[in-house]
């Protein structure tokens, strides 16, 4: 670390035993350095585990290839929707072989709610025919492994590999925490890639599942879209965008 660096994370970071949630008067509301987003990292992640102490992947699943077939599905669809439709999926095809085999128009049927529903069926039965043909019917547990499955890419395999198999290799990026990442102002990428690249060096690696969770929780909450809900947010007094409530 340069003598800068440094000089900025004492600057920053110089705590004398308080807790992240006593920091805040500490932590810049506009980061910009390393050790000051740093800071409000920690603050976000204490604040945000004492909001939603239940945060969990809200999509239903009871193994790792529901989770697969889950998380699919849930491309530019609500989970609950999702959820609305996988309990008739699963009953019908509860493994990679059953679904390999189903025809299109009977998985079509089934999935037709959760939109682009042809192309999510071609995933879903080429994701199976994959796993029984390479990987005896299992679910991978290697990014690499998962991202060459039809119909699953990086966000996916770390949906996948954080939750059904407690592994923790990247952070999931979906739209809420794109813009929870930039909005408190923990980066100013655009791009997935960009803003995970950018949250995986600000928080204990053990936390990444929990960390998207825990954003996607705050992003459906309070942190909305359109109009988020600032004057109530437990993390306004460290987010580079809070306003009155009538968004930033
Ligand atoms: S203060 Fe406002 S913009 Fe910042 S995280 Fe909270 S709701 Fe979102």
């Given at each position: 670390m340069s003598p800068v660096a440094k000089r900025a994370t004492r600057r920053t970071t110089k705590?004398?035993?308080?807790?992240p949630s006593q920091r805040a008067a500490l932590?810049?509301?506009?980061?910009?350095?390393k050790a000051a987003k740093l800071a409000v990292s920690a603050v976000v992640l204490e604040r945000l585990k004492a909001e939603y102490p239940?945060?969990?992947?809200?999509l239903d699943y009871r193994n790792p290839f529901e989770l697969l077939c889950a998380t699919i599905l849930s491309a530019q669809c609500t989970d609950v929707r999702v959820n609305m439709v996988t309990p008739a999926l699963f009953a019908r095809y509860p493994d990679a072989t059953a679904l390999r085999a189903a025809a299109p128009a009977d998985v079509e049927e089934i999935v037709r709610?959760?939109?682009f529903f042809r192309a999510k069926t071609k995933s879903l039965i080429g994701m199976a025919d994959r796993l029984v043909t390479h990987h005896h019917g299992e679910v991978p547990r290697t990014i690499a492994e998962l991202v060459?499955?039809?119909?699953?890419?990086r966000k996916t395999a770390n949906v996948i590999l954080g939750n059904?198999?407690?592994?923790?290799?990247?952070v999931v990026v979906d739209t809420h925490v794109q813009r929870l990442a930039r909005r408190i102002g923990?980066?100013?990428?655009?791009d997935a890639i960009g803003i995970e690249r950018a949250l995986m060096p600000l928080f204990p690696r053990d936390d990444w599942a929990l960390l998207s969770h825990l954003l996607i929780w705050h992003g459906r909450?309070?942190?909305?879209?359109?109009?988020?809900?600032?004057?109530?947010?437990?993390v306004r007094d460290v987010c580079a965008s809070a306003g009155d409530g009538e968004g930033p």
């Amino acid at each position: 670390m340069s003598p800068v660096a440094k000089r900025a994370t004492r600057r920053t970071t110089k705590t004398h035993g308080e807790k992240p949630s006593q920091r805040a008067a500490l932590v810049s509301r506009s980061p910009t350095t390393k050790a000051a987003k740093l800071a409000v990292s920690a603050v976000v992640l204490e604040r945000l585990k004492a909001e939603y102490p239940d945060a969990h992947c809200e999509l239903d699943y009871r193994n790792p290839f529901e989770l697969l077939c889950a998380t699919i599905l849930s491309a530019q669809c609500t989970d609950v929707r999702v959820n609305m439709v996988t309990p008739a999926l699963f009953a019908r095809y509860p493994d990679a072989t059953a679904l390999r085999a189903a025809a299109p128009a009977d998985v079509e049927e089934i999935v037709r709610s959760t939109g682009f529903f042809r192309a999510k069926t071609k995933s879903l039965i080429g994701m199976a025919d994959r796993l029984v043909t390479h990987h005896h019917g299992e679910v991978p547990r290697t990014i690499a492994e998962l991202v060459r499955l039809p119909g699953v890419g990086r966000k996916t395999a770390n949906v996948i590999l954080g939750n059904a198999f407690h592994i923790n290799e990247g952070v999931v990026v979906d739209t809420h925490v794109q813009r929870l990442a930039r909005r408190i102002g923990l980066t100013r990428q655009a791009d997935a890639i960009g803003i995970e690249r950018a949250l995986m060096p600000l928080f204990p690696r053990d936390d990444w599942a929990l960390l998207s969770h825990l954003l996607i929780w705050h992003g459906r909450r309070a942190c909305l879209a359109r109009k988020p809900l600032c004057a109530t947010c437990v993390v306004r007094d460290v987010c580079a965008s809070a306003g009155d409530g009538e968004g930033p």
